[in-house]
């Protein structure tokens, strides 16, 4: 089996609100989680039973987003889907749905606030000592951003 595991860092896990539960003829799983990387998404899903066939999912968010599936693999009952892109700054809420039922959502994620580095330009942060004093900036080490909450 390759790695499933997106590159770049863990930023949050959502655990469903409700029961993430989906049955349908055709059908029967339940969403574990989300795993929100920053180059991607990780679902866990567990299958009704062991040998079922991976279940076609679609993902949306609150801003249209489209999701691709990159990769997926399922060892006993459990399924590992990785979608790529990440969750966009400022999102709000994600939507699992099923392929063969996409009418009904499976669950819905809450997605919290994530912080989101603002770089300053290059001109508001003079480097060198007398282009500090010059500005009138105390001279002491240079400027580093805060995080802030996107809009």
Do not use: C
Not at 16 to 34: D, K, M, Q
Not at 46 to 55: D, F, I, T, V
């Amino acid at each position: 089996m390759s790695n499933l595991i997106p590159s770049g860092a863990l930023r949050r896990m959502l655990l469903p609100p409700t029961y993430g539960r989906h049955v349908t003829p055709a059908s029967e799983f339940t969403i574990l989680s989300v795993e929100v990387w920053a180059s991607g998404l990780v679902v866990n899903v567990h299958l009704a039973s062991e040998g079922a066939p991976a279940p076609r999912l679609i993902l949306e968010d609150h801003f249209g987003t489209k999701y691709s599936l990159q990769e997926s693999a399922v060892v006993d009952s459990r399924n590992l889907q990785v979608f790529t892109p990440s969750v966009p700054p400022g999102t709000r809420s994600l939507t699992i749905r099923a392929a063969d039922d996409p009418g009904r959502p499976v669950v819905t994620f809450a997605v919290p606030m994530m912080a989101v580095p603002d770089a300053p330009s290059v001109a508001a942060v003079p480097e060198a000592p007398a282009a500090r004093e010059a500005a009138g900036l105390p001279d002491e080490a240079p400027y580093q951003p805060e995080l802030r909450r996107p809009a």
